[in-house]
């Protein structure tokens, strides 16, 4: 399995979080896949750390979270370690060309991410301390 991002692991555990993942921009898509049944088959990314509105679909048993910036101490670490929840935070590519910097990324670095990883099977693994990687499944 090609490692295809890596980024801080709010906390470590050797649960197995597999998925496709799914880009949810606001507390209406949480809802809508949180009604639909389906959030065990994702993995759910979302710009940032402090992203609140994903709170309900980790409520509701979400089985793996990606976050585009934030850091373990943000509100998605504290909450991913809460609900035993394996979480990626500040994501990166690893064939990427930039990492977030907070006040000095631009927009270009979120949409590339989510290009890259929307719709993709992935499976999380944060058995490291402080590393997250995450790679496709199926792919070579």
Same mark, same amino acid.
């Given at each position: 399995?090609?490692?295809?991002?890596?980024?801080?692991?709010? @906390?470590?555990? *050797?649960?197995?979080?597999? $998925?496709?993942? =799914? @880009?949810?921009? !606001?507390?209406? *898509? #949480?809802? &809508?896949?949180?009604? !639909?049944?389906? =959030? &065990?088959? %994702?993995? =759910?990314?979302?710009?940032?750390?402090?992203?609140?509105?994903?709170?309900?679909?980790?409520?509701?048993?979400?089985?793996?979270?990606?976050? +585009?910036?934030?850091?373990?101490?943000?509100? =998605?670490?504290?909450? !991913?370690?809460? @609900?035993?929840?394996?979480?990626? +935070?500040? #994501?990166?590519?690893?064939?990427?060309?930039?990492? %977030?910097?907070?006040?000095?990324? /631009?927009?270009?670095?979120?949409?590339?991410?989510? /290009?890259?990883?929307?719709?993709?099977?992935?499976?999380? *693994? #944060?058995? !490291?301390? $402080?590393?997250?990687?995450? %790679?496709?499944?199926?792919?070579?």
């Amino acid at each position: 399995m090609p490692e295809i991002a890596e980024g801080l692991n709010p @906390f470590s555990t *050797d649960a197995e979080a597999e $998925g496709e993942v =799914l @880009f949810l921009s !606001s507390p209406r *898509d #949480v809802i &809508k896949l949180i009604k !639909s049944g389906t =959030l &065990k088959e %994702y993995i =759910l990314l979302v710009r940032g750390g402090t992203t609140t509105f994903l709170a309900p679909a980790l409520q509701s048993g979400a089985t793996g979270v990606i976050t +585009m910036s934030g850091a373990p101490e943000s509100h =998605l670490g504290i909450l !991913s370690r809460e @609900f035993q929840i394996p979480c990626v +935070m500040s #994501v990166h590519l690893t064939t990427g060309s930039g990492r %977030y910097v907070a006040g000095e990324t /631009d927009e270009g670095h979120f949409q590339e991410i989510v /290009d890259q990883l929307q719709g993709k099977r992935v499976r999380l *693994d #944060v058995t !490291s301390p $402080g590393v997250g990687r995450i %790679y496709q499944v199926g792919a070579e």
